[in-house]
């Protein structure tokens, strides 16, 4: 092959890899709150969320993009998988629309969109005006390198063995298939593979039974970005990525026995075979949407059944019942019961803390993170039910005691704060290759056990009104602060020798120091409970 038609095959192949880049980014900013807004407001309707899938990718021009928004809202927590799912497979239909813009080949008018677009983007004041000339620009630039493809690669048609092992693809379905998604898993990009099929099939390089398996292939291959983005993410997200492949599988397969159709009728809806493959595009995702979207339930159980578990959830507030306002001690009683369960969590916490310090664990830290929206969410419905206590007919000890569960709740939040500041320490020290003395590790050792004594003693305390735990606490606190001294002196110690290293031994300080102010928050509590202080 002449290295002119390679050089010119892959500078087009580039330019129209940058042109869809530019596109897609730009169009992402242009109307990434209105996006945003949409995918909020998914309903059980499927209908709908197809339609809404369709809209939003036809506007930023990925389908992969569409998912990893998607991936987004479920890792969130803000929509389930039963309605994430008719939006994907709208979102099949909503990217074929680019393939039906390149159909209409305005390579001609390529020069004048780069023209105008970059017009636009050098004199335009507002980032807004300057992405819509960035988005003209990137629509020129992609039909630039449509033409440079083309071009290149039309000397090719004459070639007999080039032309015969393109057939090829056509003759063997499965191998047209298979390189259709090897294609879009290497681009990353569904409408990058389809401009390559429509470019080496205009100049004569491939015939519809060819383009046709390419692109089913391109269908499967273009979820690749949507696993990707899962991982690491919650089990509804693994879900949601492995829906779209199986969507696309299936499809494939419903379609398959069917060729000889398309065959047939495609060529009648168009002459041009570039129009013809974009039809095929649309039409392939418009027909599995109609025929799968009713089995949206059946793919639920399926998935379920493949990527089995449970995500790690947030837990929600159990014990404040509006309806023992009427009886205020009940309600201040239900409001330590949730005090209770908060500082449950920062136990586990705690516990989650030790692991991560000892071996870092990237799930540990997720979990960590949900607990603290947890704790932070617990403190506001807490304070708001305090606070409608308060307007309640009270006697003048409850009146006492309000402010006093209120100081507590906050400092519950803290202990939570604590909890996750020593785990993204430990997230540091990992990401850094650093690791903690033999001796520093003993240390923290027992400083964790010192601490998780006092939470239990703490808890203790609080739930029964236990003035023996809360002055156990005490003396636990006074111990801790005496070891976190004697810590610090034996670390100044460590660093002079050498045996510690002075980015490992800040982390061990910074851990020492979140430890103590955890305790302080801790002791604060159980001083409420002996009233101490201004409690």
Known sequence: MDFTVVLGLIGGLGLFLFGMHILSDSLKKLSLGLLKNLLEKITSNRVKSAFLGVFVTSV???SSATSVLLIGFLNAGLITLTAALP????????????AQLIAFKLTKSAYFFIFIGSLIYLFAKKNKNKNKGM?????????????????AVKPLAGNEAITGLFVKFGQHPFLGILIGTAVTVLLQSSSSTIGIVIAFASVGLLDLPSSIYLVLGDNIGTCVTALIAS???????????????????????????????????????SG????????????FNVINTIILLPFVPLFVKVLNKLVPGRDYEKTETKHLDKNLFVTPHIAIRAVVKELSAMLSICQDMLEKARQCTTQYNHKLKNEIAMDEESVDEMQRNITEYLVEITRQELTEKQRRLVPSILHSVNDIEKVGDYCEGIVKLAQRAYEYDLSFSEPAAVELERLFDKTNSMMRHTKKAMDNNDHKAANITLNIEQEINELIIQYKLNHISRLEEG????????????????????NDHLCNITKGILHIGKR
Do not use: W
Request: with cysteine.
């Open 499 to 518: 045996v510690c290293v002075s980015d490992a031994g800040l982390l061990y300080s910074d851990i020492l120091t979140d430890i103590e102010r955890l």
């Open 135 to 151: 988005a003209i620009l990137g629509f020129g630039i992609l039909f630039l390198g449509l033409a440079t493809m083309s071009a």
């Open 87 to 98: 939006v994907i497979f709208g979102a099949n239909i909503g990217t074929t629309i680019t």
């Open 231 to 269: 991982i690491g993410g919650k089990l509804s997200s693994k879900r949601l990525a492995l829906g779209h492949t199986l969507f696309n599988i299936v499809g494939t397969m419903i379609v398959i026995p069917v060729i000889p159709l398309y065959l047939h009728y495609i060529p009648l809806i």
């Open 60 to 62: 930023i021009q990925s």
């Open 272 to 283: 041009d075979i570039a129009r013809q493959i974009a039809n095929t595009h649309t039409i």
